[in-house]
């Protein structure tokens, strides 16, 4: 009896050691997992445009979830590579593989959009008495920050830096007076920083020395399935927003705010993207397809989740955060199955679809939309999350 106690005492004493001592070493791991050998930077050469400029690449990973990738060119994100519910990672952003492919015509594949994300009419607008034309590059309006906007240009490396639990990347562009038509010289930075729980901050700064416009956003193009030969139909998506943009046939708004309520418009519960997408509804006619600007919720309450996109066979899930008053939320209904993936395919219709933060589209003409005027000694500062995770 006193021998089974002292074994049965003993055999406690060693379960609790293999406890506590694995328990010690699930801490050691865990902070090791902490250290910058998981979150890092990489930086390589890119190529060199026709220009002769250089361009570079960088690599912000996260060992234990998802690695994204940036070119200073457009300071586009090529790819962003994220595990599925089986711990397969896959890249979940439409790119090309190489340069010389981005500089050719495509519809701003992962690229920084300025001085003014989507339309403006007839590309006029006017500040303080003064009219400005932009070039008219979308039929009579002028889209995306014109001819040459923020997206074909090579941004300067500001900063790079490596925390624990975060890894940052801040690229700068001085956009100068009248380039494009737009007054002033607006000193622009964009620091993408990606953090321990796998999500990628973007965060535009820019200040201006003449009363400008500015609008900037993230034109990404996701397909959560990693696989470019798939529609983004069977994505499910939420957008909190009561109230969408109606356009015209040149998709200008008409000025006013349309309710969600009982349209193909209304994400305010999980639906499928496929839906509603062929339905009848005018506007989604005129879209050819989502290619429209949702009022979002909470305006007031600042920097708030937005927007979630799940796909059920992966589990990959995205959720957006903004301090923005809008989100475009475009469907890649243009994508015509002319433009090669990296390994071999092509984008077809609706294999991706963005989440464009930004204030309302044709804002400069719209006073009674939220202004996008910058003053000279004011800050545009705004903050948009892109957060990857597994359901
Ligand atoms: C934005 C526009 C779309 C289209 C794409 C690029 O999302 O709203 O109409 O121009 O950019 O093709």
């Known amino acids: 009896m006193k021998l089974m106690n002292i074994s049965l005492f003993s055999g406690a004493i060693f379960a609790f050691l293999i406890i506590y001592l694995g328990s010690k070493e699930n801490t050691v791991n865990y902070k090791v997992q902490n250290e910058k050998s998981v979150m890092g930077i990489e930086r390589s050469s890119y190529g060199v445009t026709e220009n002769d400029e250089k361009v570079e690449v960088f690599k912000l990973y996260n060992l234990k979830g998802i690695q994204v990738s940036i070119i200073t060119y457009g300071g586009r994100i090529t790819a962003v590579e994220t595990p599925d519910k089986n711990g397969n990672k896959e890249n979940v952003i439409l790119g090309f593989k190489n340069l010389e492919q981005y500089e050719k015509p495509n519809p701003y594949f992962g690229a920084l959009v300025g001085r003014y994300g989507n339309r403006i009419a007839k590309g006029k607008f006017t500040l303080n008495n003064i009219e400005y034309q932009l070039a008219k590059n979308n039929g009579e309006n002028s889209l995306h920050g014109g001819l040459v906007g923020f997206d074909k240009v090579v941004w300067k490396v500001a900063e790079i830096e490596e925390n624990e639990t975060s890894v940052v990347l801040k690229l700068s562009y001085l956009s100068k ?38 609008n900037l956003t993230q034109h990404s193009y996701f397909n959560l399935s990693g696989d470019f030969s798939q529609t983004i139909l ?40 496929g839906k509603h997408i062929n339905s009848k509804n005018e506007q989604v006619t005129l879209g050819g397809g989502y290619d429209h600007c949702w009022v979002l919720n909470n305006q007031g309450k600042g920097y708030r989740s937005v927007a979630k996109a799940y796909h059920p066979a992966s589990g990959r899930t995205m959720e957006v955060l903004t301090d923005q008053p809008g989100v475009q939320f475009y469907t890649g209904n243009f994508l015509d199955g002319t433009l090669p993936t990296p390994n071999g395919g092509v984008f077809g219709k609706r294999s991706g679809f963005c989440f464009e933060t930004q204030h309302y589209p044709d804002a400069p003409n719209q006073p009674q939309f939220p202004s996008t005027v910058l003053e000279p000694g004011e800050k545009y500062e705004t903050k948009t999350t892109f957060k990857f995770s597994v359901n």
């Open 177 to 214: 007076d009248m380039e494009e038509g737009f007054p002033g010289n607006l000193k622009t930075t964009v620091t993408y920083t990606l953090n321990y729980d796998n999500s990628l901050d973007v965060l535009y700064e820019a200040t201006t020395d003449k009363t400008t416009i500015v």
């Open 234 to 273: 069977d994505h499910v998506v939420e957008i909190n927003a009561d109230k969408f943009v109606p356009v015209d046939n040149t998709l200008i708004p008409t000025g006013n705010l349309a309710s969600v309520d009982d349209t193909p418009f209304d994400f305010r519960a999980p639906t499928l993207v």
